[in-house]
């Protein structure tokens, strides 16, 4: 099986939740006028508003304007921007080429393929995360002190 670029990761886990949120008939309607971030905009076409009034009355969209709030709104299934960041987890590339090369503290983690998610906290530079297995890592932020 070959492994996914993380753009066709995250292209895929964009459909996912496209399609869990609104059906894949539905999804299969509007894909072309997805964007590469997940988001529609509701001024591509009439249908498409019709659309975005239906769904937007069962609660499952985030309402997003990027452009002018007089022109036009870009919407996406609620959770979309958690997909775009991986919530904070940068996921490897199959060639290990986005790998940090810093001596920093990160949180490791492993994919497993029965979807569970295993981590860890080590120091790392370059391949040596890859060799550990990781599938995925994010730095380790320092924690703040409480103020009182």
Not at 51 to 69: A, C, E, R, S
Not at 79 to 89: F, H, I, K, Q, S
């Amino acid at each position: 099986m070959e492994k996914l670029s993380n753009e066709q990761a995250k292209q895929e886990a964009i459909k996912s939740l496209w399609i869990e949120k609104i059906g894949e008939k539905e999804y299969n309607r509007i894909a072309p006028l997805i964007n590469q971030y997940g988001y529609c905009t509701d001024s591509e076409i009439d249908e498409i508003s019709l659309f975005k009034i239906d769904v937007l009355n069962q609660h499952v969209f985030d309402i997003v304007d990027y452009h002018n709030y007089e022109t036009s709104n870009d919407f996406a299934p609620k959770g979309m921007n958690d997909v775009n960041l991986n919530n904070g987890w940068t996921r490897i590339e199959p060639d290990g080429s986005n790998l940090p090369t810093d001596d920093r503290r990160y949180k490791t983690g492993t994919l497993c393929l029965d979807g569970t998610f295993m981590t860890w906290e080590q120091v790392f530079k370059g391949n040596a995360v890859r060799l550990s297995g990781s599938t995925h890592y994010k730095p380790i932020e320092k924690e703040l002190l409480p103020i009182y």
